[in-house]
Every structure is written in C-alpha cells, then in structure tokens.
C-alpha cells in the first residue's frame, strides 16, 4: 500500500455521537453491542442500472447531486416540514484542514465517500461518522501559486468498487473504495510550465473517467481528459480552444473554433476555456455534457484583436464519451471579456413545455441568465436573467445569441460598472431542482464590478496571474483602494451614481420557476456572502447553509425559515441527504474559502471559531451542535523592528505583495495563510529563507526565488514592516486610552 493511503479502523478525533434516546437506554441495560458496531459489507457498488433506479434506494446518494440529473434533491421525508423543529445534530468528522470544503458527500450502502482540500478523500461510517479510512495526496505546496481560488476540491466519483478524485496538482487518483489503496493514478497536466490545477470532481461517463482542470486567470488552455475506468489508460483529449495555429489541431472541432479567433490572438496566454466544474453523464441518451470557463487575457481586444466569438470558451459542450466528439455545442458569451463562466453546475430533468415533456439540461451560469435547453439537440428552449444584468439586453431564442450591449460593459473604451460581478449572478455552489414543485432553488448573488483595462500591452507572465485587467467589487471599501488615482476614483464614483442598483448588493436564495422563468420568492440576506449550495428534499424543506455558520431551512413552498442551527463554522457546500435503518440524516461540509470574494464577512464565523474543516450530520431528536471553541485571543502585537527602507521602497514592496502574496495573506480565515503584521522576530529573521527558499513549501507556503529578487523581497519585507508598524502604533495607543483593541484583519 502507498505511504500517503491511510487505512485507520477508528476515528483520528473522537467523532461524537448523538445516541437516539432509545439506544442510550439500551446501552444501559447491557444488551449487547450497539448497532454501530456493524461495519459496511459493500464498498462504492455504484453501476449503471443502480444509477438509472437511483429512486428505488431514495437513502443513497449516487452522485455529487444524488442521482445522474443531479438535482441535489432527495426523496427522503422522515425529516419534514412538520418536525423539523426538531432537526439536532448526529455526529460529526473533523478534516484538520483550514482551508475552503466545496464537496457534496456521496453515500452509497452506508458509507460516505467525500473530498477536501487539495484533494483529500475521505470514507466514514455514515451512521456515525467513524473514518473507515483517508487518503491524503502529495501536492507539491508550489501548486498553490497557481491556485487563484484556495486549495478546494468539489468531489468524489464512486463507481463499481472505485473512488475518483483529481488532486490540486492535476493528478487523477482511482482509489480502492474499500480500504482507499492507490489503484492506480495518472498526471493530467500536458504541461506543467502552465498555472494548470484541477478542482472539479470527475465524471464517470461510460467506460471513461473525464477530468478538466482551472487556471484561466493564469496562462492555462483548458482541455478535457477522459480515462479507462479500470486501467487508467488515455482513452481521449479534447482541447476546448485552439492553440498555435502554426501547430497541428488536436481535435477536429478546433477547426471550427480557429475561424473565430484572430490567427494573430495571443495564443501565448493560454486562451482559457477551463472546464473547472460541472460535468454531467446522462445515461440514456450517452451524452456528456461539460460546461467551460472565461477567457485568458481577459480583454478580447487584447487577447483576439481583430475580435470574433473565440470557441468554445464560455459554451456548453455535449460529447460523445466514447470517442470524445462534440454531438452539439452551445456559447453562452460570444467573446467572453467579463470572466463568465459556464462552469456552474448542470441539472437535467423532465419539464412540460409547451404541453409536451423536454428532456431538459438547465443551468444558471455566472451570466446572470437562467438557460433551458433541449439537451437531446442543444435547441434552447428559453433564457431569462435571474439577477440585474447589463452585458446583455436578453436572449434573440430565434438566433440564440445573446444581445451584448458593448456600449454599456466594453471597457476598452474606459471604466465599466459590470452586472453581474466577477463572481456571477451564480457560482459553483450546487442549486436544488424539486420535481414535485418544480422549482429550482438557486443561491444567487445580485452585485456588480468595475472593470478596466491596465493591459497597455500585455506582457505575458508565464505560470502566473495574466488576467490583464482589474476587477473591483462596486463598494466604497474597494474604492478606498491605495492603488487608485484620485481621478480614476472620481470616474468610478460617478459611474456608480449612475447605477443605484450596485448599492444594493446583496446574496439571496431565489426559488426559480424554470418553465415559467420568473422567481416564486427569494429569501435575501444583507451583504454578499451567503451562496452556499442548496438541497431540497420530499419533506417540503430547503437547506442552505450560511458564512456565519448556521443551517437554515426553509419552506419550499413559500421560502419561510422554518429551523436555524448554529454550527460555528462557515458553509458554503450544499448539504445533501441519506437514510440508513430507517434513519434520514442531512450532511453537510463546512470551513469557509474558494475563490471571489476578496472581502471576508466581518460576521464570519471563521473569525471567531477559525476554520477547521468538519462534516457535520443532522436528524430528527438529535443533540444540541457543538461549536468550536472560539479562536484563543492574539495577545499583544509584537514591537515590529525598524524601517530602515525608504518610502518609494514600501510602495514598491506594497505593488509587489498585491501581485504576488494578497491573494493568500489578505483574508486571514479565507486562507489559513498567517497574518504578516504579527510576526515574530524569528520570522522576520528568517524572512527571506521562508520567501525565497521555500523554507515553508511543505506547509504550503510556496517559494519565489524564481520570480522575486533579493531587493524584490527585501522591499515586501519593508512595506510588511511598515504595516506591522501602524498597527503595533493603533495598539499601543488604545492601550494607553484604556479601549479594547480590535486586531485589524
Ligand atoms: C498560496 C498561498 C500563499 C501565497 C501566495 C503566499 N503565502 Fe506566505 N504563507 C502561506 C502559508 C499557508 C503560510 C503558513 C506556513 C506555515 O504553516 O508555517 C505562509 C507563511 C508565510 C510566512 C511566515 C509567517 C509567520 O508568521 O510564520 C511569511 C513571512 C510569508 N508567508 C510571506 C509571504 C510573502 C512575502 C508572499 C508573497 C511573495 C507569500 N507569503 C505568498 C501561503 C501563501
């Protein structure tokens, strides 16, 4: 067995355990081991009639969204609106990770197989949550740098004895789902000098295992991977945008493409197109259906001058697993240049429309629009937009493109408020189709950007952010910004003005009428934070998770909150369900990451209780939730040592930790990265041997020796002392006030 498979027969923390009332008794009067003491006889037996009577077993949990739809609904109903006053906690799992969990759990006879942080995979008992084994991958900590939305991983494939997981670094593992052995792995990345990483869960489709990856803030060209299920052999590669025209075409579809890009595009950059996320099989039509990523350089203008649709980013693609060719295609943003993505998560379902029934794929992409297609045909059957949006004025169904209005959102021609946000009307969080009410219950982000070019020429920066562009939440505290020009700010704020809307941002749980395309009720919450992944269940309840780390259900009918729980740590996963001895659980995992959202809820709970990783399970007449205890107090900031260096070496520093460092050391909770106006004397003695040595590296501080001089880390060394010093100074002056000090995050 490989070192970093570990098979441990009990729990690495106490799991603790919620006895029913009646199992506590028995215990008490000695009869006989408890029903927990049976272990699982059969291991990930997921197969493809299994998969196509996934309603006939309604307590497992097949796929990522319970069944091949993947509605994340389950038909469970012990657990209803009626009793859920009475929802309690079960058990919970500690990770001992500190960084973001995306993963929904699969459970299949009795076992939960789930994923964390740079692809950790984990198997427990799903009665109690004991770990029947883990699996840790060896991920160099230098793919970090190339991570631009922390070290998440969005799940497990399980299939006939076998769990599937890509790591961070892009190595596709096939565990034994039984004792978590390597069977056998393979490197998905055709070249390494590339920011590629890979965070989606992989899709069985057929005979094949597809895997994508991320990284088109990088210089990443995306392209799908599909591999024997059983051998590991590679089956296919599809290239989702062209490469070098002065190199062969990989795949034949690359040739349709090629014609919409200028043959002078910055092919250097990578292109993007990343297939990050979603993928969905359907068994019975045998279709895959992969959704794909923005742009790189973001600037059309810049990446593809003479300008075109650029194939296939932003599309919707439908292969045929087998050879891995496109059956039909869809683009959802003609020439992407606002970072939308048609990653977010696919669901296909049954819908009467037009007094027939569809077999339909719906998504609700960052775009801001809300998509219906016949997914036999890739016909769009109707589109409507769920959030504020000006980059398009709707959908033409008779063309099916979009009516981009450039004159509102091109912002080669100066600064542009953007809606929606980088981050999307919608993200990877899972939305929750209920086929009884027919709604689709979608956490959904009402918020705009600023965007502007600072291209001026792009120089390409192999293997690091290339986006070329700055994007800017819509929010005085963005405008406030060091960087800004005095001038720039006023342009800003006069843009904004002129868009009240981007005042009011705010995160809401929308229930969607998909047929009628218009919302039934939306549930908002004040600021931006609360898009966590949704499940709806047959007992009229909607689960939703907050930043502030409470469980929330709602009615499904009305949106009414019915029950909150209070876990003390943020969630942003979609909770899922299953049953076992008549038991119906609802599971959850939770610490707060990802990427987007640059500024942290002040209220998240990761501020007070930190963010260890847990799996938390819920029942009826379970237990109160126990909550982390909360993070123990700094104590005094240290006295930082003199600032020897000049004032334009602090700006130069400054410019140079904006770039290179911010991304993981200015959201303290977000990243598990330390806060570097408090470090120690040691560390500011060894300073240079953490940044440029990669002393750290195996702690996931990655090393720049490659990229930062000397004087280059000398001048961030100065800008962090220069800031320690600020704060060292606030401190020691509201001590002598007699006022409790608030450490500034
Ligand atoms: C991909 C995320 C990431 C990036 C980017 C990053 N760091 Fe770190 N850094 C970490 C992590 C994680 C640690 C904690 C390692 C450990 O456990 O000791 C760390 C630790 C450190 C420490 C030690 C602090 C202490 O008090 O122990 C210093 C100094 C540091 N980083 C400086 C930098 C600088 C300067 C940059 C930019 C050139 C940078 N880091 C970029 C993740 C990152």
């Given at each position: 067995?490989?070192?970093?498979a570990?098979?441990?027969?009990?729990?690495?923390?106490?799991?603790?355990?919620?006895?029913?009332l009646?199992?506590?008794?028995?215990?008490?009067?000695?009869?006989?081991?408890?029903?927990?003491?049976?272990?699982?006889?059969?291991?990930?037996?997921?197969?493809?009639?299994?998969?196509?009577?996934?309603?006939?077993?309604?307590?497992?949990?097949?796929?990522?969204?319970?069944?091949?739809?993947?509605?994340?609904?389950?038909?469970?109903?012990?657990?209803?609106?009626?009793n859920?006053?009475?929802?309690?906690?079960?058990?919970?799992?500690?990770?001992?990770?500190?960084?973001?969990?995306?993963?929904t759990?699969?459970?299949?006879?009795?076992?939960?197989?789930?994923?964390?942080?740079?692809?950790?995979?984990?198997?427990?008992d799903?009665?109690?949550?004991?770990?029947?084994?883990?699996?840790?991958?060896?991920?160099?900590?230098?793919?970090?740098?190339?991570?631009?939305?922390?070290?998440?991983?969005?799940?497990?494939?399980?299939?006939?004895?076998?769990?599937?997981?890509?790591?961070?670094?892009?190595?596709?593992y096939?565990?034994?789902?039984r004792?978590?052995?390597?069977?056998?792995?393979?490197?998905?990345?055709?070249?390494?000098?590339?920011?590629?990483?890979?965070?989606?869960?992989?899709?069985?489709?057929?005979?094949?295992?597809?895997?994508?990856?991320?990284?088109?803030?990088?210089?990443?060209r995306?392209?799908?991977?599909?591999?024997?299920?059983?051998?590991?052999?590679?089956?296919?590669?599809?290239?989702?945008?062209?490469?070098?025209?002065?190199?062969?075409?990989?795949?034949?579809?690359?040739?349709?493409?090629?014609?919409?890009?200028?043959?002078?595009?910055?092919?250097?950059?990578?292109?993007?197109?990343?297939?990050?996320?979603?993928?969905?099989?359907?068994?019975?039509?045998?279709?895959?259906?992969?959704?794909?990523?923005?742009?790189?350089?973001?600037?059309?203008?810049?990446?593809?001058?003479?300008?075109?649709?650029?194939?296939?980013?932003?599309?919707?693609?439908?292969?045929?697993p087998?050879?891995?060719?496109?059956?039909?295609?869809?683009?959802?943003?003609?020439?992407?240049?606002?970072?939308?993505?048609?990653?977010?998560?696919?669901?296909?379902?049954?819908?009467?429309?037009?007094?027939?029934?569809?077999?339909?794929?719906?998504?609700?992409?960052?775009?801001?629009?809300?998509?219906?297609?016949?997914?036999?045909?890739?016909?769009?059957?109707?589109?409507?937009?769920?959030?504020?949006v000006?980059?398009?004025?709707?959908?033409?169904?008779?063309?099916?493109?979009?009516?981009?209005?450039?004159d509102?959102?091109d912002?080669?021609?100066?600064?542009?408020?953007?809606?929606?946000?980088?981050?999307?009307?919608?993200?990877?969080?899972?939305?929750?189709?209920?086929?009884?009410?027919?709604?689709?219950?979608?956490?959904?982000?009402?918020?705009a950007?600023?965007?502007?070019?600072?291209?001026?020429?792009?120089?390409?920066?192999?293997?690091?952010?290339?986006?070329?562009?700055?994007?800017?939440?819509?929010?005085?505290?963005?405008?406030?910004?060091?960087?800004?020009?005095?001038?720039?700010?006023?342009?800003?704020?006069?843009?904004?003005?002129k868009?009240?809307?981007?005042?009011?941002?705010?995160a809401?749980?929308?229930?969607?009428?998909?047929?009628?395309?218009?919302?039934?009720?939306?549930?908002?919450?004040?600021?931006?934070?609360?898009?966590?992944?949704?499940?709806?269940?047959?007992?009229?309840?909607?689960?939703?998770?907050?930043?502030?780390?409470?469980?929330?259900?709602f009615?499904?009918?009305?949106?009414?909150?019915?029950?909150?729980?209070?876990?003390?740590?943020?969630?942003?996963?979609?909770?899922m369900?299953?049953?076992?001895?008549?038991?119906?659980?609802?599971?959850?995992?939770?610490?707060?990451?990802?990427g987007?959202?640059?500024?942290?809820?002040?209220?998240?709970?990761?501020?007070?209780?930190?963010?260890?990783?847990?799996?938390?399970?819920?029942?009826?007449?379970?237990?109160?939730?126990?909550?982390?205890?909360?993070?123990?107090?700094?104590?005094?900031?240290?006295?930082?040592?003199?600032?020897g260096?000049?004032?334009?070496?602090?700006?130069?520093?400054?410019?140079?930790f904006?770039?290179?460092?911010?991304?993981?050391?200015?959201?303290?909770?977000?990243?598990?990265?330390?806060?570097?106006?408090?470090?120690?004397?040691?560390?500011?003695?060894?300073?240079?041997?953490?940044?440029?040595?990669?002393?750290?590296?195996?702690?996931?501080?990655?090393?720049?020796?490659?990229?930062?001089?000397?004087?280059?880390?000398?001048?961030?060394?100065?800008?962090?002392?220069?800031?320690?010093?600020?704060?060292?100074?606030?401190?020691?002056?509201?001590?002598?006030?007699?006022?409790?000090?608030?450490?500034?995050?």
């Open positions: 067995m490989p070192s970093h570990t098979i441990r027969p009990a729990p690495r923390r106490a799991a603790h355990l919620a006895l029913p009646l199992a506590l008794l028995l215990a008490a009067c000695g009869s006989g081991p408890r029903d927990t003491a049976r272990k699982p006889e059969s291991f990930g037996q997921i197969d493809r009639a299994r998969l196509l009577a996934a309603d006939a077993t309604p307590g497992d949990w097949l796929t990522s969204g319970r069944d091949f739809g993947k509605g994340h609904y389950s038909p469970l109903e012990q657990i209803n609106r009626d859920v006053a009475r929802l309690g906690f079960a058990w919970e799992y500690h990770t001992g990770t500190r960084r973001g969990l995306e993963a759990p699969i459970v299949v006879d009795g076992v939960m197989y789930t994923s964390g942080v740079a692809g950790r995979v984990y198997a427990l799903a009665r109690n949550g004991e770990e029947l084994w883990h699996f840790t991958p060896e991920v160099d900590g230098q793919v970090n740098r190339k991570a631009c939305c922390d070290q998440v991983n969005r799940g497990v494939s399980v299939w006939k004895g076998k769990v599937y997981v890509a790591a961070l670094d892009g190595m596709l096939a565990l034994d789902a004792s978590g052995e390597v069977l056998w792995k393979q490197d998905t990345i055709v070249d390494h000098r590339r920011a590629y990483t890979s965070t989606g869960a992989p899709e069985v489709a057929g005979g094949v295992v597809v895997i994508g990856n991320a990284g088109a803030e990088y210089d990443a995306g392209y799908l991977s599909a591999y024997d299920l059983d051998s590991g052999r590679l089956a296919w590669r599809f290239y989702i945008v062209p490469g070098d025209p002065s190199q062969p075409r990989e795949n034949p579809e690359l040739e349709l493409a090629a014609r919409t890009w200028d043959p002078k595009s910055r092919w250097d950059v990578g292109g993007g197109g990343t297939a990050w996320d979603a993928m969905v099989y359907d068994p019975e039509l045998d279709l895959l259906y992969v959704g794909t990523g923005n742009a790189a350089l973001y600037n059309r203008a810049k990446r593809s001058p003479k300008g075109g649709d650029n194939l296939f980013l932003s599309s919707i693609l439908a292969l045929n087998r050879t891995g060719r496109l059956v039909w295609y869809y683009q959802e943003v003609p020439g992407d240049m606002w970072d939308y993505t048609a990653t977010q998560p696919m669901v296909l379902a049954d819908l009467p429309i037009g007094g027939m029934t569809r077999k339909v794929l719906m998504q609700a992409p960052k775009n801001g629009f809300f998509y219906v297609f016949d997914r036999r045909t890739g016909e769009l059957l109707s589109a409507k937009n769920f959030v504020p000006d980059w398009a004025k709707g959908i033409d169904l008779k063309t099916g493109r979009p009516l981009v209005d450039r509102a959102v912002y080669t021609t100066g600064p542009k408020l953007v809606f929606p946000a980088t981050m999307g009307g919608h993200n990877w969080n899972p939305m929750s189709f209920d086929p009884r009410t027919g709604l689709v219950y979608l956490p959904t982000l009402h918020a950007n600023y965007m502007l070019d600072t291209t001026r020429g792009h120089e390409y920066r192999p293997g690091r952010l290339n986006m070329g562009i700055t994007a800017m939440l819509a929010t005085g505290l963005q405008l406030g910004s060091p960087g800004l020009s005095p001038q720039l700010r006023r342009q800003l704020e006069q843009l904004g003005r868009y009240p809307e981007a005042r009011d941002m705010h809401s749980l929308t229930a969607w009428d998909p047929v009628a395309q218009q919302a039934v009720w939306e549930y908002p919450t004040p600021g931006w934070w609360d898009r966590g992944g949704v499940l709806s269940t047959a007992g009229d309840l909607v689960f939703q998770g907050t930043d502030t780390g409470l469980l929330r259900v009615d499904a009918h009305d949106g009414k909150l019915l029950k909150e729980i209070d876990t003390g740590t943020s969630i942003i996963a979609a909770p369900s299953y049953s076992i001895d008549g038991v119906q659980y609802v599971a959850v995992m939770a610490a707060w990451g990802g987007g959202w640059f500024i942290t809820n002040p209220k998240s709970a990761a501020y007070t209780y930190g963010n260890e990783g847990r799996i938390l399970a819920f029942r009826l007449d379970g237990g109160p939730t126990p909550k982390p205890a909360p993070l123990a107090d700094p104590g005094p900031r240290p006295m930082p040592p003199p600032l260096a000049s004032a334009a070496t602090v700006q130069r520093g400054a410019r140079l904006a770039e290179n460092c911010g991304i993981c050391h200015q959201n303290v909770p977000r990243s598990g990265a330390p806060d570097l106006t408090r470090m120690s004397p040691a560390v500011h003695q060894t300073f240079n041997d953490i940044v440029l040595h990669g002393q750290r590296r195996a702690l996931g501080m990655p090393q720049w020796d490659d990229v930062l001089s000397e004087a280059d880390a000398d001048a961030i060394h100065a800008y962090l002392i220069s800031l320690a010093w600020d704060a060292y100074r606030a401190e020691q002056a509201g001590l002598r006030a007699g006022t409790p000090v608030v450490a500034p995050h």
